[in-house]
Every structure is written in C-alpha cells, then in structure tokens.
C-alpha cells in the first residue's frame, strides 16, 4: 500500500484550526451583529439630518423667503425677527396695513377693529410670516396660493390668553378665517346669512380662538412663556428669541434620541472589531 500504513491501522488526527480561526456559524453572528449596529449609526445619522431640516427653515408659502437670514429693516412689531427672519422689510410693512395686498384680508369686517385686538393679529401675522423656527409643525398643503402650512403650534398661554382678552369685545361674523368668506369685492366680507357677534360670542375661550381661527395653526396651552415648553409670539426684539430652544426641544421629541460623542464610540467600536 503505497500510504505505508498497515491495514487496520487507525488515522492520526487532523490538526487543530489555529486559534484565529471561527466556525462559520460565529463569524456569521459576529458579521450580523456588526451590520445591526452599523445600520443603528446609520439611522440615527437620518434621524439628526431630519432633525436638522425642522430648524432654521421658511415653509414653502406666498410670501415667504426660500431660506432665514437678517432684514435689518423688518417693520415695528416684526422687528424681533430682524436678525434671521422668512419675511422681507416690504412684507413687514404691509402686515400693519388694516388690507394689504399679502392676502387682500380686511380686518374690519364688522366695523372698526380696536386697535389693541388688531395688534394681536398684527402680532400673528409677523409670526407667521417672519419666524424661521416654525419646522416642526409644518405639513403639506394642497392649496393654490401655498404648498405648505402650520399645523398645531403650541402656544404659550399668555399669548392666547390675552389676545382674547383684547378681542372680546371687537366684532366678527364667523369662527373659521380661513375659508368660507365672500370675496366678490376682491376683499373678505362676512357671508350671507351671517351677523356679526363679538369674540367672546364667537370664542367663548382663548382656546376656541387660537385653535378655530385659522383651522388648527395654533394649539393651546397651559404652558408660560419662559418655559422652553410653548411658542411665543410676543418677545422683545432685544433678547435672544425664545422660540429657537422651543423648536429644538420639539424637533429631539419628532426623532429618536440623539447618543453623545461618548455613545458613538461605544457603538461604532465593536461594530469595527467584528468586522476584523
């Protein structure tokens, strides 16, 4: 036998696989698991870009800006959002007018508006056109004049509270500004059939204003300003704006929670030992 073992001999072993080496299953586990935390990284890479895109943004709308940045000349109460804003000085300018060509919208509907309801939605108007903080609560809208819109901004209670308290008493004839208007003079008049009331008819709380009025813009709050909780629209233009933190704050509660530096590390370590 050309082996030169004698028949019934028994084979020697074969030699051990050096330490190094795996069996197949475990290298397919420790290659699993190196992928699930890679992915992990991966998605949570996603999750801060989507939180990135909810800050500092204009939303896709008439008037606004394509991107936030300074209008040194931004009109008396928009001047807050002077230093980064989605509105331009003449947009500002015509926010004040009693009907502006922004939306041809009169306030006046029901007779004279007082002027201290008006700034209210003077108030509201600068907010709405000048604030870039406004990206957690945008969606999309199918409108022709709009193609995005604010949905359920939570604001802070003192906003609402005394913007209702300013209106009661000025009249209006409907509870829904956004639709439901007569437009055949080019400007807003109360529909057939309706009469005039006063705001606190309409709105019997501050919450039925600032959530009714414009189809659930606004939500309201027990929140107070100060409270990095709720979004004010009221803040001088001499402080840092409040509503930057706020954003922050709502934008974390939209996407998973962000690891720290120290975290990254923790992850992206065995990932790469296991890759080896």
């Known amino acids: 036998m050309g082996s030169g073992l004698a028949l019934g001999s028994v084979l020697p072993a074969a030699p051990a696989p050096p330490a190094l080496c795996l069996p197949l299953g475990r290298l397919h586990s420790r290659e699993m698991a190196a992928r699930w935390v890679l992915l992990g990284l991966l998605a949570a890479c996603v999750t801060e870009a989507a939180k990135k895109d909810m800050l500092n943004v204009c939303m896709d709308a008439k008037h606004h800006k394509t991107k936030p940045g300074p209008e040194g000349e931004l009109h008396n109460q928009c001047t807050p959002w ?73 604001l802070c209670k003192e906003d609402c509270d005394q913007w209702w308290n300013d209106c009661q008493d000025s ?79 709502y934008a974390r509660l939209a996407g998973a929670p962000m690891p720290g530096p120290g975290a990254w590390l923790f992850l992206l370590a065995p990932a790469l030992l296991a890759l080896l």
Request: aromatic share 14%; net charge positive.
């Open 82 to 154: 002077k230093d980064n804003a989605c509105c331009t000085a003449n947009t500002s300018m015509e926010a004040h007018k009693d009907q502006s060509y922004l939306y041809s919208f009169n306030w006046n509907h029901c007779g004279g508006m007082k002027d201290k309801c008006k700034r209210h939605f003077i108030q509201d108007t600068c907010f709405y056109e000048c604030s870039p903080n406004l990206g957690p609560w945008i969606v999309q809208t199918d409108t022709s004049w709009r193609r995005e819109r604010i949905m359920d901004v939570p």
């Open 171 to 249: 009249f209006t004839c409907k509870e829904n500004w956004h639709k439901g208007w007569n437009w055949t003079t080019g400007s807003n008049q109360c529909p057939r059939g309706s009469e005039c009331r006063p705001f606190k008819t309409v709105f019997p709380q501050p919450a039925d204003l600032c959530e009714k009025l414009w189809s659930r813009s606004y939500k309201y709050t027990t929140e107070s300003q100060g409270s990095g909780r709720c979004m004010q629209m009221w803040f001088s233009n001499t402080e840092v704006n409040p509503n930057v933190a706020v954003a922050e704050y």
